[in-house]
């Protein structure tokens, strides 16, 4: 089989098929979850075929990624958080490392950092890559770098699902996404043991949480300023923050716009009042900057959120799907209810 025929739409039904086969004699209903399998078992899993959901669809790996590409900060994180250093030909889309957890950093030096030419397929083609995850907006663009595009040189790749929303409609966007995503690497890298494991941390996290915000009220309201002097760069009710904010026991300013990362306007900001300001450090200004930006503007100064200072800075990857959200979430909740999530 050629390498790009597993993304031949008329192939999938037949590899999604073999795929289910291959689950059914990995789960080996008699052997207990956490036994090892025989070496020439998981050497026979690392090669079985499988398949993930990709923006709706079932994309069938027939093999482990061994020279993997992920562009986005938020992305290297997800992949650095499965312990998948060793399996990266490079990255991109980081422009300072020193953003990343210290331990993330020491697991990302001597992997090639390939941003300097951005996301193309000659620097993908350059690095050998076999598989590329990133996501619509953050990589892949139409016309340039695209999961169709890849397959013509028998390239895999995994598209974040936050992002889906850039091809086609979505009901609500969810932290639950990204366990998804998270999820299907652990499958696609065959280390669902691994991502099984910081999926079930977080959903527990998750599910304490919900049970401190049980029947919260009132929810104040959350405004979420990534950047932009005349217009601001917001979340709408499709991005990661909106999920995040509703999560902590907030709303939403701007949930309203049927959109993701989007632009909003002053006037509703104005109008609106924000109870809280959640500020997102991606270095166009420093964080700081943002927020003296937002105090030394004279029509914002009566808001509640100015007046009390009362901000909630994230670093770009924690407000950005990730390994990092959770916890970001529980730092807004523990902002916006002291009372009910008292800090650690």
């Known amino acids: 089989m050629r390498a790009g025929a597993v993304f031949d739409h008329k192939r999938r039904a037949g590899l999604a098929g073999l795929a289910l086969v291959a689950v059914c004699a990995l789960a080996a209903c008699s052997r207990g979850a956490d036994a090892p399998l025989p070496a020439a078992s998981a050497a026979a899993a690392a090669s079985a075929p499988v398949t993930a959901s990709v923006c709706g669809q079932a994309v069938a ?8 590409v992920a562009h986005g900060i938020n992305i290297v994180e997800m992949v650095l ?30 992997v090639p950092d390939l941003s300097s030419q951005g996301m193309n ?35 895999a790749s995994y598209v974040l699902t936050e992002s889906c929303i850039r091809q086609g409609p979505r009901e609500r966007v969810s932290l639950h996404d990204t366990f998804a995503d998270l999820l299907a690497l652990g499958r696609i890298f065959r280390v669902e043991a691994r ?10 996290q ?4 919900r049970q401190q915000l ?28 909106h999920a995040m904010i509703e999560a902590a026991g907030g709303r939403n300013l701007f949930g309203d716009i049927p959109s993701s990362w989007t632009r909003g306007n002053w006037e509703d900001v104005i109008a609106r009042d924000p109870d809280w300001i959640v500020i997102v450090d991606n270095d166009r200004p420093a964080a700081d900057g943002k927020r003296q930006f937002l105090l030394a503007q004279p029509q914002l100064a009566h808001l509640k959120a100015v007046r009390g200072r009362r901000f909630v800075l994230l670093d770009f990857a924690e407000a950005t799907p990730g ?14 209810h002291p009372e009910r999530v008292p800090a650690p």
Not at 84 to 109: H, I, S
Not at 195 to 204: K, R
Not at 227 to 241: E, I
């Open 61 to 68: 790996y027939p093999h482990a990624p061994q020279r993997a």
């Open 214 to 241: 049980q029947s919260v009220a009132p929810r104040p309201l959350v405004f979420l300023f990534d950047s932009g002097t005349d217009v601001p760069v917001t979340a709408g009710r499709y991005a990661m923050p």
């Open 323 to 336: 390994p990092r959200n959770v916890a970001a979430t529980l730092r807004i909740a523990r902002a916006l």
């Open 81 to 110: 958080a499965l312990g998948l250093e060793g399996r990266l030909a490079g990255y991109g889309g980081v422009r300072d490392t020193a953003r990343l957890p210290p331990a993330m950093q020491a697991q990302l030096a001597g």
């Open 121 to 155: 397929l000659e620097t993908l083609l350059g690095a050998q890559a076999d598989f590329v995850f990133s996501g619509w907006s953050y990589g892949f663009r139409a016309g340039q770098v695209t999961p169709d595009a890849l397959a013509e040189f028998g390239i």
């Open 195 to 204: 991502a099984q494991a910081l999926v079930d941390a977080q959903a527990a």
């Open 206 to 209: 998750l599910h304490a949480l």
